[in-house]
């Protein structure tokens, strides 16, 4: 059973950090594509970052969080991380991690609340 389990959300003053965890189990996470996604109320999902597979991924990020938040795994504790710094209002959302190796073999977190305000 693949499970991806989400923690380290909570309140945050603006200009604050949080370091968001996601602890995979039942896949050789190695092998997968991991990532971040964030949804707000009213809004689609969208992505946050994500890194390709293996130890040395490559990054990409969302326009809105370059410079600001930084994606990272450690494929011995098969746990991606999220650090996020400077957060602003307009980052606080349900934020997902997901892990993805194929159409079909695409898994997602329950999500964590991220929430920032003064």
């Known amino acids: 059973q693949v499970q991806l389990v989400e923690s380290g959300g909570g309140l945050v003053q603006p200009g604050g950090s949080l370091r968001l965890s996601c602890a995979a189990s039942g896949i050789l996470f190695r092998k997968y594509a991991v990532g971040w996604y964030r949804q707000a109320p009213g809004n689609e999902r969208e992505l946050v970052a994500i890194m390709t597979s293996g130890s040395g991924g490559s990054t990409n990020y969302a326009e809105s969080v370059k410079g600001r938040f930084t994606i990272s795994r450690d494929n011995a504790k098969s746990t991606v991380y999220l650090q996020m710094n400077s957060l602003k209002p307009e980052d606080t959302a349900v934020y997902y991690c997901?892990?993805?190796?194929?159409?079909?073999?695409?898994?997602w977190g329950q999500g964590t609340q991220v929430t920032v305000s003064s």
């Open positions: 997901n892990a993805r190796a194929g159409h079909a073999d695409d898994y």
